[in-house]
């Protein structure tokens, strides 16, 4: 029997699954369901690019209709997969239809934290995910003078960011000590946070919301006018379906190496995935572009039976006005660092050690460091202190 494989999301793991498919050759059926009825694009550039008003949607967009339509693949815009039927191997979406699958690839990335207050959803707050989401705030943002966000993440910060460069009076509302607390040092946190500052952004740490109402927010520290409230608290998995489809899930669907649900010609990729990785010494689920690309390539060659387990190592960035962040590697049980550069200026990279092996850098505006330093982490190789701290030594020699 041929294969027919149907794909939930087309985001960048979906993707990736179609275009790899069709370059390794399969020619059997492929079926790209997408709830949003958007041609497919991509996400970072919605709090970079396109809400800078540099990059138009048509530049956003993966692919143009006549690749899906040359390379023979069934794309379903606006169309919701409702259920999924694992013994039958079908799905049913919101149009009613029932397709059936040799093998299924779900690609359902993440959706966003909602505040809750007193038990209640928060009101008067826009979140990012989707590109509709852009196009609303885009327009808000062109009306609205005094702009609070909540939550001093990567995407509540990008979006303070480009606030702060169109003129509008920017505070942003956290809860941690200091900014991007989960995933970077105090070093780089202090850096980010200067140049907020330094482009007219009020930061305001560890602060507790009380209320939220159509003037503003009011929190345990103080009142915060806003005729325009944004938050980026997180996410919460993508993995409804799977659950209902009693598939196993756990902060997201549980995967084996080779993207194999519990359900073995069920595959899960990107931001819904909860995975065994090697880099992170344990299960997490990624949410970076990265990771569902990989994962993505994982799945398909899985399906094509050449099986390759998944093995990336991790890395993401951000972009803050001049500031470049490239991430690679898990930092989080660092028990050493190590600086490439001078700490406070906005060029220096940091190089993080476990037991004596390097686990992960953060580069600000060195991308030469970020490239290098994901070959060394891809092959185990930790460079001396002496070397890292030392601007003559070409980090590249290491890799001999
Ligand atoms: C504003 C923003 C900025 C970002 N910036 C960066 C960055 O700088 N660098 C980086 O690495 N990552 C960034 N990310 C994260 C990155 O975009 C995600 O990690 C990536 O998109 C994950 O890919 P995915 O395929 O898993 O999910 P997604 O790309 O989110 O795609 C999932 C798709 O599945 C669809 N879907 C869900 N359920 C169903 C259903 N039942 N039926 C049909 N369709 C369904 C959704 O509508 C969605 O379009 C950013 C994300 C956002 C929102």
Excluded at 71 to 97: A, H
Aim: with cysteine; aromatic share 8%.
């Amino acid at each position: 029997m041929s294969k027919k494989v149907i794909i939930i999301g087309a985001g960048h793991g979906g993707i990736q699954v179609v275009a790899s498919l069709r370059e390794e050759g399969f020619d059997g059926e492929i079926v790209l369901i997408a709830s949003e009825k958007e041609m497919p694009y991509q996400k970072p550039p919605l709090s970079k690019g396109y809400l800078q008003d540099k990059q138009s949607e048509e530049a956003i967009l993966f692919r143009t209709a006549t690749y899906y339509e040359n390379n023979n693949i069934q794309l379903r815009l606006g169309e919701e997969v409702q259920q999924v039927k694992t013994t039958e191997k079908q799905v049913v979406t919101s149009s009613g239809e029932t397709i059936s699958f040799t093998h299924l690839i779900l690609a359902t990335g993440a959706n966003n934290r909602k505040l809750v207050l007193n038990g209640t959803e928060a009101p008067n707050i826009l979140y990012l995910r989707t590109l509709n989401d852009a196009q609303v705030i885009a327009q808000r943002l062109e009306s609205s003078q005094h702009i609070a966000i909540i939550g001093g993440g990567f995407i509540g910060l990008e979006l303070a960011a480009l606030a702060a460069e169109k003129g509008k009076q920017v505070t942003v509302i956290e809860a941690q000590t200091r900014l991007m607390e989960r995933v970077l040092p105090a070093v780089i946190s202090t850096t980010f946070q200067q140049t907020h500052e330094h482009n007219g952004v009020r930061i305001c740490l560890n602060s507790h919301i009380e209320q939220i109402s159509s003037e503003g927010i009011q929190s345990k520290e103080g009142f915060v006018r806003a005729d325009l409230i944004l938050a980026g608290i997180g996410v919460i998995p993508g993995d409804s379906l799977a659950q209902e489809a009693g598939i196993v899930c756990e902060n997201g669907v549980v995967v084996n190496e080779f993207q194999q649900t519990s359900v073995p010609y069920i595959y899960a990729i990107g931001d819904c995935a909860n995975h065994y990785n090697v880099f992170a010494r344990k299960n997490i689920r990624l949410e970076s572009v990265q990771n569902a690309v990989d994962q993505a390539k994982v799945a398909v060659n899985h399906i094509l039976e050449q099986p390759q387990a998944y093995r990336a190592v991790p890395w993401f960035w951000t972009n803050q006005y001049h500031l470049k962040l490239q991430m690679v590697g898990i930092s989080a049980d660092f028990d050493e660092y190590v600086l490439r550069g001078e700490k406070g200026s906005d060029k220096f990279s940091v190089y993080y050690f476990k037991n004596k092996q390097l686990i992960a850098v953060d580069s600000l505006n060195r991308a030469a460091d970020h490239l290098n330093a994901r070959k060394l982490i891809t092959a185990g190789i930790s460079p001396t202190k002496t070397q890292i701290e030392d601007l003559s030594f070409n980090l590249n020699d290491c890799l001999k």
